[in-house]
């Protein structure tokens, strides 16, 4: 899938660039002139205030946007160097490389193994129903749920804890091997020792996928990502490593709203 | 039926097209070098393969039986010659019809001659030979579809894309049935009852006091003869109805205003259901219980208050289609009073109204357009209704307003003119279209009138 | 609500009083019209049933008598070949005869004679026939044979029929003897009526059953679903997931749930018009009659399915698209089985509805007098229903019964797919 590095324009170097994108809502505009790059194998962070435009911006880069009806993206997304929204693009193809992950847990349901096995099935990833357990059981470790599933693959997804759905939506996201994960405000719906389970996962996410996350909550962007971003009513404020970004903004805005002035 | 053994060949080649398609998109993986890998997966090639087999074939079936009857009627009577030129089209009709029957072996109106014969033969035989015509045709267009697609297949190919846009355009198809329907029922009402209205004038059957169709069936008088003034049957429908709304309207909102606000849960889960096994019973039920208990008892009791009550009264038709109709005003008025907000409620309970008052003074005239929505829709329900009236009311075209006499309806009336009628032109049948006609725009104004009371009151409290 | 001033406090609270008292009367007569009105829509509801069950339960019914038939074999096989073909076509009629000349040997006069056989109904020559064909070994041999008796004599039995003398009585005088001298011998019982569940109609009552309108009915049924579930699940999944806001789909949706109010009547006129004058399609025929109810049925269909798919959640949808499923994908793996049980729960409903129509199968032509049993979807046939119709408005009193006992059977069919229905929702209710 990759391209050879000889060929890659040197801008391309991040993992996802975003130039000038605009987003509207039948006559609501809610980006504007959005540009960010996205460098690979890192968690970055996307804060605000609510409404800022941090999750329209995510859904843009799976085109999650699309089954929105009066939706308008305009400007340029690209992923490894192509166009994301270029019309010959099998948006299906695109979602398989780009997973998401929802603010509520959303398990399917049915079985757990399902849940998961449904991704590989529908791409066609597994040759033999061997090869399918073995994708289930991958993800199911690398989502930190194995442990607690291996015992009830049959049992339907609902049955789970909150904290266990959510882990299980993050199997089912990785299970088709994607080279982003989005996630939009995963831990809202948890409480504090569920989140701090999935905030121990995304950091060993990293190792093998880019990560973008989107969170009301400052001290999670602190503690999970390595860069951050900071929108404000449909703009994109500022970005840099989240280091920078708490300790030293260099906008006023992007101030006020870490130290608490508002939002 | 030769279409119903076509549509399984078709099905099983489509069957078989699936089956190869898939084979050869799995082939092209395993024989490559392992680096191609297929674009969808192996069933949608070959669901697209089965696609190209099942569609044309179907497209070409549906448009031979369409086709086949005028295209026999064409080339039989074209064996006739110059014998069927210059005659009147009934006629043709009759002389067509006869070749058919003597085609069939069954009687004919006429003794036969050589050339009907020869033309009969003729038309026995095309009729034996096309079905088998139609299975081959159909069934080489289904293998060269089937072949088509499957060249098409290649690793890259987006096969998956491909099924699915079809599918789309199959569900668009099938939502354009409920349209055509409208359509269907608009044109033939309408193309029948103009066909009526050639031989009586409108006028007449819109203010006509008189209303006999029989006399129209005597064979000397064809024509207008008969006497088309609908005036007593929307007098006689407008009679039952209102007779039926004044049972159904008070029961049922008093019925829907108690269990929405004095009714508790329990209560409420028991009656609703059983007020509601009032509207599952089929009229045909409602018609017996009209016509064989109900009519007597009322009749009997007329006499013995010395009333003279007749035996097919719309009195009896209208209170039992009442009945029926009562759980259509309850369940929509239910609805209405249960959806006007509850802050309403309790501004009128602070003020210190009892819970009467409120309802009187608060609650109805906050319902009250969507009440009327369902009076309405209750109303055009109860014209419409056709078993009940056919049973239990009357045939007569009285012009009465005396709930005693026997009066008919516009749908009793169709009912009479259609049954064990086999001749469509005669304006008695197409009398029947013209009535349908009228109940389908009826109908239809006061459904649309009552949605969109309905949806309107429905905005205004969401 | 009650103005009160300071200083002439006593008097108004009388006042206020009787009137707070008209205040509570009215609120408990108000209150009293609801429950009355209930009351009536029951007691209505428990009359309508009353009344049915007390006219059918005497339908389960059948009065025969008990003849000594002597099976002639000189009569039956003068051959003694026990050919079935011989066996069918021989005189019956002469057993029957002889056994009444044997039980009743004063009865001389031609008229009376008459009136004797008219005791017993005109199928029981071929009840006789139907006995001797199935076993051969009867014949030469004298049995006590049940025969069903005619329809008024079954009447006279049950009580039903009023025992009025003069010419036009249906029982004459002496008939009335020989009956109560049947009954005084234990020759006159009354045994299950098992024709009225296995044959088809008749113009004897005694004979009329309703499996014909039964079958009819369940080939109309398999016709109606046959296109009305499809079609219905298409268009529903199209508009409520694919279609576009747009006038078109505006336009749809309005026609939809108009067509959901048009009058079944005005279905049978399109069928007569379209389905028989147009295209040609036989009359009587369930095929016909099931295409008419599918349209019918139709928007109910389209309506109930929308009202499945909208309920189930957009978060089951997001979760599919997120990992890569297509929009068609999404409908097809997921929301459409989540939906089904909403949708088949409505179908069903949809199907006893069209089960219980009447109107349109009498304006194509299902309302014909029709004997045999229809075994296809082309051949003549009546339905459930329309069967009813056909018989309360038939003359004989015992085809009363027969019509309540024949409501029973639909209303029965009704319960049960009522039930189903309710079942079937309670078993996938999902709550999100």
Partial sequence: MSLPDDTTPPEAANMIVARDVDVHYDDKQALFGVSLDVVGGNVTALIGPSGCGKSTFLRCLNRMNDVIEGCRVSGRIEIEGEDIYDRSLDVVQLRARVGMVFQKPNPFPKSIYDNIAYGPRIHGLAASRGELDEIVERSLVRAGLWDEAKDRLRQPGTSLSGGQQQRLCIARAIAVDPQVVLMDEPCSALDPIATARIEELIDELRQNYTILIVTHSMQQAARVSQRTAFFHLGYLVEVGTTEQIFTNPHDSRTQDYITGRFG | MSAFVVTAVILGLAALGYHLGRGRARGLVSNGSGTARLHSLPGYHGGYVALWCALPAFGLLALWLALEPAALRYQTLSTLGDQVDGLAPERVELLYNDIRNLAAGTATSRAPDAGLKAAADSHARLEALLPWALLVVASLLAVAGLLYGRRRLTPAFRARNAVERSLRWILIASSTIAVLTTIGIVLSLLFEALRFFDKVPLAEFLFGLEWSPQTALRADQVGSSGSFGAVPIFAGTALISLIAMLVAVPVGLFSAIYLAEYAKRRVRDVVKPVLEILAGIPTVVYGFFAALTVAPQVRGFGEAVGLDVSSESALVAGVVMGIMIIPFVSSLSDDVITAVPRSLREGSYGLGATQSETIRQVVLPAALPGIVGSILLAVSRAIGETMIVVMAAGLAANLTANPFQAVTTVTVQIVTLLIGDQEFDSPKTLAAFALGLVLFAITLVLNIVALVIVRKYREEYD | ?432
């Fill in chain 3, 1 to 432: 609500m009650t103005e009160t001033t300071a200083p002439s406090r006593p008097a108004p609270r009388a006042k206020r009083s009787g009137r707070l008292a008209r205040r509570y009367a009215a609120e408990r007569r108000f209150r009293a019209y609801g429950i009355a009105a209930i009351a009536l829509s029951i007691t209505f509801l428990l009359l309508l049933f009353g009344s049915i069950l007390n006219q059918a339960w005497s339908a389960l019914q059948q009065t025969r008598i008990g003849l000594d038939i002597h099976f002639d074999a000189a009569l039956l096989d003068p051959d003694g070949t026990r050919d079935p073909a011989i066996l069918a076509k021989a005189d019956y009629g002469a057993l029957v005869k002889k056994a009444w000349r044997e039980r009743f040997p004063e009865v001389r006069k031609r008229r009376d004679k008459r009136a004797l056989r008219r005791l017993l109904s005109v199928g029981a020559p071929y009840e006789l026939a139907a006995m001797a064909s199935a076993d051969p070994g009867l014949i030469g041999t004298t049995q006590r044979v049940w025969l069903t008796a005619s329809d008024d004599v079954d009447m006279w039995l049950k009580g039903k029929l009023a025992e009025g003398g003069g010419k036009r009585a249906k029982i004459g005088a002496k008939a009335l003897g020989w009956l109560t001298m049947l009954r005084d011998e234990g020759r006159l019982e009354r045994q299950f009526n098992s024709a009225f569940f296995t044959a088809g109609d008749s113009r004897e009552p005694e004979l009329a059953g309703v499996w014909g309108a039964v079958a009819g009915s369940f080939f109309t049924l398999v016709v109606c679903l046959g296109l009305a579930f499809p079609f219905g699940v298409m268009t529903a999944v199209y508009l409520q997931e694919f279609a576009p806001r747009n006038r078109w789909t505006d336009l749809i949706e309005v026609n939809t749930n108009n067509l959901a109010a048009v009058p079944s009547i005005v279905f049978g006129l399109l069928g007569l018009a379209v389905l028989l004058n147009f295209a040609g399609l036989p009359r009587s025929a369930p095929l016909v009659g099931g295409i008419v109810l599918a349209l019918m049925t139709l928007p109910t269909i389209i309506i109930a399915g929308r009202a499945a798919l909208q309920a189930v959640p957009p978060s089951i949808r997001e979760a599919a698209l997120g990992v890569g499923a297509s929009e068609m994908q999404v409908v097809l793996h997921h929301v459409l089985p989540l939906a089904m049980p909403g949708i088949l729960t409505g179908t069903i409903l949809g199907a006893a509805r069209a089960l219980g129509e009447t109107a349109p199968l009498l304006m194509i032509g299902m309302v014909a007098f029709i004997v045999d049993i229809p075994a296809d979807f082309t051949d003549p046939a009546t339905a459930l229903p329309v069967q009813i119709y056909l018989w309360a408005d038939a003359p004989e009193r015992a085809f009363a019964e027969r019509t309540a006992a024949a409501i029973l059977v639909l209303l029965g069919f009704l319960v049960c797919m009522n039930l189903a229905a309710v079942m079937l929702r309670r078993a996938f209710e999902q709550r999100w």
